[in-house]
């Protein structure tokens, strides 16, 4: 591993961190507390995202790049600030809003005295960018388009290897489940992706960097084609696998490809598709010239070192963390109360199980862990979710026991969790409504209802189309969730 560049920050002045439930933000909080040495400021969209060991140690502060004040009650006292933040994944006009969000934060930096911008970016090229990066590099240009103001530290990233990164996501599924491999033409295209604890240890040692005015800097591992790379987690992984590069596999074919055998959406899919098709390598030396302490690990000890994270289940952050949209996805969906279709499964346990083991219980659901009896009725609906451009059953879950807010499980949010007392769900499968799912754990019984709030009279025709399955799934899942209580308590165990 890498370490970070030796400079003592000249004072420690807050830090604030934006994007802090997303992918990167929630690991570089981590990492910044760990290491020290920075108050530490978190601008969040719901505080309740915030993972559990950062509470207490940093500062939180509810708002959104769209509400000036949230940005200035944020940016008070800040020398550095990190921008982690981007809009794609919700659909519309993403790029619109991605240059609205960095014009305002940058103007709320300079009028709060922020002394620099650190921001992360995707590797790449204006000429061959794909819509995705272009708002990437937009986003970069607006951040610095006030230099003699603000100086701002812009940081490019191609593919980023972690446990729960996109990337690697795709590379571990597609290597896990087929020997043989037709792949497309643009596998051949070379890339320089990097582990992402190399990542952070860029973005931490900006705060201290000894550079006045705007700079550019790519990071990057060794220069190498997504074949290779495939190839290359393979043998760490202990595979043996094929690919065939054939010329006939169009981008939207390769994203079909990836929708069915990966956990990543169609939209999602369809823009890293884009994005692999032109190279993406690393345009200038600054990263050696500025970082010198800082050497990349090579490509397969990044997947080794993503692989180990998975095994010994310390996945801090996924790349379904964030919402990937406009709004926070889990504020306002922790109250059910509006929902006017419901189906209601009592199940009464007895003194031999306690609430403990039935929260529990209904925390293991999902991911590796299923959905007991009817789980192919539940993988039937995670297909045809993902055949409409949903997550579909395979986003899983982080670990195997354990939950927190905003954890994806499968096809669902965790929105509310109350320990042995309640867990609510809310569905983020394609419908014709609103879905929840919650256990309420009361002291002698678990009351486990789906909660609906159709939209129109599509909505209703679904609820009742699919009342047939609900008979069966859900008295089934409330049973049997009862049951393992049953067996953990005797056992003293974990599921
Ligand atoms: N992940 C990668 O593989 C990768 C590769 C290269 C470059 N990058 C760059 O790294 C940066 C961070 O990416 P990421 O993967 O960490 O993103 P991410 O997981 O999608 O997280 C985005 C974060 O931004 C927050 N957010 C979105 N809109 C906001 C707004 N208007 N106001 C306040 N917060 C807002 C989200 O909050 P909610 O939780 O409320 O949604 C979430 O915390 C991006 O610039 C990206 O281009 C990432």
């Avoid at 959104?64 to 940005?71: A, E, Q, V």
């Avoid at 919700?90 to 991605?98: C, E, I, Q, V």
């Avoid at 590797?123 to 003699?148: C, D, F, K, M, W």
């Avoid at 969790?417 to 569905?427: D, F, H, M, S």
């Amino acid at each position: 591993m890498s370490s970070a560049q030796g400079n003592e920050p000249s004072r420690k002045a807050t830090v604030l961190v934006t994007g802090a439930t997303g992918y990167i933000g929630r690991r570089l909080a981590q990492r910044l507390l760990d290491n020290g040495g920075y108050p530490l400021r978190l601008l969040v969209r719901n505080r309740h995202k915030v993972q559990a060991a950062l509470l207490g140690r940093v500062e939180i502060c509810e708002g959104s790049t769209f509400d000036r004040p949230s940005l200035e009650r944020a940016l008070a006292g800040v020398e550095t600030a990190f921008y982690l933040i981007h809009a794609m994944g919700g659909g519309g006009d993403y790029s619109r809003l991605d240059r609205e969000s960095a014009a305002t934060f940058r103007d709320a930096c300079i009028a709060a005295g922020v002394r620099r911008i650190v921001y992360l970016g995707g590797l790449g090229v204006r000429q061959t960018a794909s819509r995705h990066l272009l708002s990437r590099i937009e986003t970069g240009e607006i951040l610095s388009a006030r230099p003699g103001e603000i100086e701002t530290i812009w940081l490019r990233a191609g593919v980023i290897i972690g446990s729960g990164s996109a990337s690697f996501e795709i590379i571990r599924h597609l290597i896990e489940k087929l020997p043989l491999m037709i792949t497309p033409r643009w596998v051949r295209t070379r890339t320089q992706a990097i582990a992402v604890d190399d990542v952070l240890s860029y973005l931490e040692a900006a705060i201290s960097l000894p550079h006045q005015g705007d700079v550019v800097v790519d990071i990057g591992g060794e220069p190498l084609c997504f074949q290779e790379m495939m190839e290359q987690a393979a043998a760490v992984m202990g595979l043996r696998r094929m690919l065939v590069p054939v010329p006939l596999l169009s981008p939207k074919l390769s994203s079909y490809w990836l929708l069915l055998f990966t956990p990543i959406p169609y939209g999602l899919a369809a823009a890293l598709v884009e994005g692999l098709r032109s190279e993406t390598v690393v345009q200038n030396d600054n990263a050696t010239r500025l970082f010198p302490a800082i050497r990349p690990v090579r490509y397969a000890d990044a997947v080794r070192a993503a692989m180990a994270e998975l095994e010994h289940r310390q996945v801090l952050s996924r790349w379904c963390d964030s919402s990937g949209g406009q709004a926070c996805d889990i504020k306002d969906h922790d109250d059910p109360a509006g929902s006017i279709l419901r189906d209601v499964r009592v199940v009464p346990y007895d003194d031999g199980q306690t609430a403990e083991a039935v929260f529990r219980a209904a925390c293991a659901l999902g991911g590796p862990n299923g959905w007991f009896r009817y789980n192919l009725l539940w993988r039937v609906r995670g297909l045809l979710d993902k055949l409409v451009g949903g997550y579909g059953l395979n986003r899983g879950r982080r670990d195997d026991t354990d939950l927190r807010l905003g954890d994806a499980l499968d096809f669902w949010k965790v929105v509310d969790i109350r320990e042995n007392k309640r867990l609510l769900l809310y569905a983020q499968m394609k419908l014709p409504g609103q879905a929840w799912l919650e256990f309420d754990i009361q002291p002698t019984q678990l009351v486990q209802t789906a909660h609906y709030l159709p939209r129109g009279l599509l909505g209703r025709l679904y609820w009742y189309a699919v009342l047939p399955f609900h008979s069966l799934v859900f008295p089934d899942l409330a049973r049997t969730v009862v049951a393992s209580a049953a067996k953990t308590t005797a056992g003293g165990g974990r599921l």
